[in-house]
């Protein structure tokens, strides 16, 4: 698929906001085999604790997270937004827990079904097509459920709050690490920054820390945690593989003219780094339990 056909939904914030999921999915249709070449299996940034390569910090942080939110053997667990099924996979071997991925891309749950069936765990994973922001769960089905980096993609984050609050049984723990602006942006900062990052990386828009806290107790949260990622180790590094990667791709591309696809993902990532570093755009961090 041509970028100028992504492009075209990406240019206007209420455009991507009413076009979400054509949006997500023409993205991943362009970037899934540049990101599992270049990044790996599982899409998000990782937590380094000191010199271990990238796979080791993923793999370790996809292990914490599923500490961090109690999961066990023989809970039921929702991941939304699931990728091509990388942290649930290491999540339901480390854990035990059952793990139900769900994402609007479809050719992303055909690879994490087959990578399931080579890895062991077709039994304790389920991997279906479906939208986030309407879930096909009856009320109550989950004792858990986790968002890694995906729901930056949804159009309505309050309504997405509470869809997730919907699937969780009462007393359900509701954790996520995603993309975030920061609480006090000027709007020059989110023209230079904020909409370029969105606009290049299929998301809608990005809300601040301080407008989560506000949704996840209207969803009906008790809120345990709210806070930057970078509180709980390195996030830096993250920009540091980004640039090292960014430009071994200008070294390889360097005697001809850059695919469109590769210009869009440099571009995106290298504003990615400059936004962290002025501290306009943030991962953050949450814990929560479902009150009512």
């Known amino acids: 698929m041509p970028t100028s056909e992504y492009q075209k939904l990406a240019q206007d914030a209420d455009v991507r906001k009413e076009n979400y999921i054509d949006l997500v999915r023409q993205y991943y249709d362009l970037v899934t085999p540049?990101?599992?070449?270049?990044?790996?299996?599982?899409?998000?940034?990782?937590?380094?604790?000191?010199?271990?390569?990238?796979?080791?910090?993923?793999?370790?942080?996809?292990?914490?997270?599923?500490?961090?939110a109690g999961l066990r053997t023989g809970m039921k667990v929702l991941d939304v937004g699931c990728g091509v099924g990388g942290p649930a996979l290491t999540i339901a071997r480390y854990s035990g827990a059952h793990i139900t991925g769900i994402n609007i891309v479809e050719?992303?749950?055909?690879?994490?079904?087959?990578?399931?069936?080579?890895?062991?765990?077709a039994d304790r994973t389920e991997f279906l097509v479906a939208d986030a922001m309407a879930m096909p769960f009856p009320d109550g089905t989950f004792d858990a459920v986790y968002?890694?980096?995906?729901?930056?993609?949804?159009?309505?984050?309050?309504?997405?709050?509470?869809?997730?609050a919907?699937?969780?049984?009462?007393?359900?723990?509701?954790?996520?690490?995603?993309?975030?602006?920061s609480n006090s942006l000027t709007s020059q900062d989110a023209a230079d920054y904020i909409e370029p990052i969105c606009r290049l990386h299929g998301i809608p828009s990005l809300i601040s820390l301080a407008e989560l806290r506000r949704y996840l107790s209207a969803a009906g949260f008790s809120?345990?945690?709210?806070?930057?990622?970078?509180?709980?180790?390195?996030v830096l590094k993250n920009w540091e593989n980004i640039d090292r990667k960014s430009l071994r791709l200008l070294n390889t591309y360097m005697r001809?003219?850059?695919p469109k696809v590769e210009q869009m993902m440099l571009e995106g990532g290298l504003k990615l780094i400059d936004a962290a570093r002025r501290g306009v755009f943030l991962l953050g961090i949450w814990k929560a339990v479902r009150q009512t």
């Open 34 to 68: 540049i990101y599992l070449e270049k990044w790996g299996v599982s899409f998000h940034f990782a937590i380094f604790r000191g010199e271990e390569s990238l796979e080791e910090a993923m793999i370790a942080t996809e292990q914490w997270l599923a500490d961090f």
């Open 107 to 121: 050719p992303h749950i055909h690879i994490a079904r087959d990578r399931a069936l080579k890895a062991g765990l």
């Open 147 to 164: 968002v890694i980096e995906a729901g930056c993609h949804m159009p309505d984050k309050p309504r997405f709050y509470q869809e997730c």
């Open 166 to 181: 919907r699937a969780l049984k009462t007393g359900g723990v509701f954790i996520g690490t995603d993309w975030f602006r």
């Open 223 to 234: 809120i345990h945690t709210v806070d930057n990622l970078a509180t709980y180790g390195n």
């Open 256 to 258: 001809f003219v850059i």
